[in-house]
C-alpha cells in the first residue's frame, strides 16, 4: 500500500516542473524518433539509426525515486484516459502494484508518450511552459 491518503495526491503534484518538462521533451523526441524509424524502415530509403532518445528518455526516468515514477505512470494512465484526476489516488496505488517491470520500460513501451504525459499533467493543472530536453535540472524530483 501507498503512503498517501485522499488528498495528498495534490502535494505530490506540487512537481518539479523542470523534471517533468525535461521528461516530456525527451518523450516527445523519443516518440518522434520511432515515428522517424518507421518511416525509414519502410521506404527504400537507406535506415538511419534512431537517435539515442530512448537511452536519455529511459537515464531520465531511472534517476527518479520509485515514488516519482510511480506519479509519472499515474500520469500517462491519466492522459491516455484510463483514470480521471478524481481517480489520481487509486491510480497511484496501482502504479506501485505494478509488477517488477521498471517504470522506464513499461513507459517507453506507450504509443505517443509525450502526448500522454502533457495531457495528465494538464488535467492535474500543472502549467508546463517552455519545455526543454536540456537544462540544469536534468535529472531531479517530481515533488519539491
Known amino acids: 500500500m501507498v503512503g498517501r491518503s ?5 502535494s505530490a503534484l506540487d512537481a518539479s516542473l523542470d523534471a517533468l518538462a525535461r521528461i516530456i521533451a525527451l518523450a516527445h523526441m523519443f516518440d518522434a524518433s520511432v515515428a522517424e524509424a518507421g518511416a525509414a524502415l519502410s521506404s527504400a530509403d ?12 529511459r537515464s ?5 525515486t520509485a515514488d516519482d515514477q510511480a506519479i509519472l505512470v499515474t500520469l500517462a494512465w491519466i ?13 497511484l496505488v496501482m502504479a506501485f502494484e505494478q ?3 521498471s517504470a522506464a520500460g513499461y513507459l517507453l513501451s506507450l ?7 502533457e495531457r495528465g499533467s494538464a488535467a492535474c493543472g500543472m ?3 517552455g519545455i526543454s530536453p536540456g537544462g540544469p535540472d536534468s535529472g531531479g524530483s517530481l515533488r519539491h
Open 60 to 64: 531520465a526516468i531511472d534517476r527518479l
Open 79 to 91: 492522459g491516455r484516459g484510463d483514470f480521471t484526476i478524481e481517480e489520481f489516488d487509486h491510480a
Open 127 to 129: 502549467e508546463l511552459s
Open 6 to 10: 485522499n488528498g495528498q495526491a495534490q
Open 99 to 101: 509488477p517488477a517491470v
Open 46 to 57: 537507406s535506415a538511419k539509426p534512431p537517435a539515442n532518445c530512448a537511452a536519455d528518455l
Open 111 to 117: 504509443p505517443m508518450l509525450g502526448d500522454l504525459l
